[in-house]
């Protein structure tokens, strides 16, 4: 089943504005991480929090990660057009075999940045 | 200079047909992984491989199968393929031990079955 849900779905914002999107998860978790998608590209991973931390930030990123309530935010701040993606949450429950740590992804924010 | 990379980058095939994807990784990772991101942009695992061991999501038909000649590369090969194939499927790499479970995505190949 799904784990992480993102929230909204879709969001459009004026370049300088913060976006903040949210993900909600189901089950316990080592760390949450984040990535983004340009439209037609691969993933890339932006930012990991793990299960023990409660705000980490990365140059415009901010997360934070609720374990209580099992969310976690990501605020852009300052957006600029080239921030136009998608962004996903990824959870992961562990180490799963065959040397990896499977993640679970949610379905994504899409952020529009209109210049 | 590319770390992961994937060929085709665009599939178009009939119902019906075998067709294998490509993915090389050259960041010296031990685990790879295929995925699939449906219509509605939902990214989903399919495999994780390493040279010791494969795990299979279950919901993933046994039509698909992960092939690997060696460390750098895990290619997908798909077997009678069906309408609902239609998709984009990524490969990706991580090492475990370093920078914990981050994965490292290559662009991309969209299938599309007609």
């Known amino acids: 089943s799904q784990q992480g849900e993102e929230d909204p779905q879709a969001l459009s914002i004026q370049e300088g504005e913060n976006a903040t999107m949210n993900c909600s998860y189901k089950?316990?978790?080592?760390?949450l991480q984040w990535y983004r998608q340009n439209s037609g590209r691969g993933l890339v991973h932006l930012i990991l929090?793990?299960?023990?931390?409660r705000e980490k930030h990365s140059g415009r990123l901010r997360v934070t990660l609720d374990t209580s309530k099992k969310s976690s935010s990501l605020l852009i701040t300052a957006s600029r057009a080239a921030d136009t993606a998608s962004y996903f949450c990824?959870?992961?429950?562990?180490?799963?075999?065959?040397?990896?740590?499977?993640?679970?992804f949610g379905k994504g924010t899409k952020l529009s940045v209109i210049p | 200079d590319t770390a992961v990379s994937q060929t085709p980058k665009y599939l178009v095939t009939q119902m019906g047909n075998d067709k294998s994807i490509k993915c090389e990784q050259n960041?010296?990772?031990?685990?790879m992984y295929w995925y699939k991101q449906d219509s509605k942009k939902f990214l989903k695992i399919m495999f994780s491989?390493?040279?010791?061991?494969?795990?299979i999501n279950e919901t993933v038909p046994n039509r698909f199968s992960p092939k690997s000649p060696d460390k750098a590369h895990l290619n997908l090969h798909i077997n009678s393929l069906e309408l609902g194939d239609s998709a984009v499927y990524f490969c990706?790499?991580?090492?475990?031990?370093?920078?914990?479970?981050?994965?490292?995505f290559g662009p991309g190949t969209r299938l599309l079955v007609l």
């Open positions: 990824a959870t992961d429950g562990g180490y799963s075999g065959a040397g990896s740590y499977q993640l679970t």
């Open positions: 960041l010296g990772h031990d685990t």
């Open positions: 089950t316990s978790i080592n760390n």
């Open positions: 990706a790499s991580s090492q475990v031990g370093r920078v914990q479970e981050t994965q490292y």
């Open positions: 491989y390493n040279n010791k061991e494969l795990i």
């Open positions: 929090i793990r299960s023990n931390e």
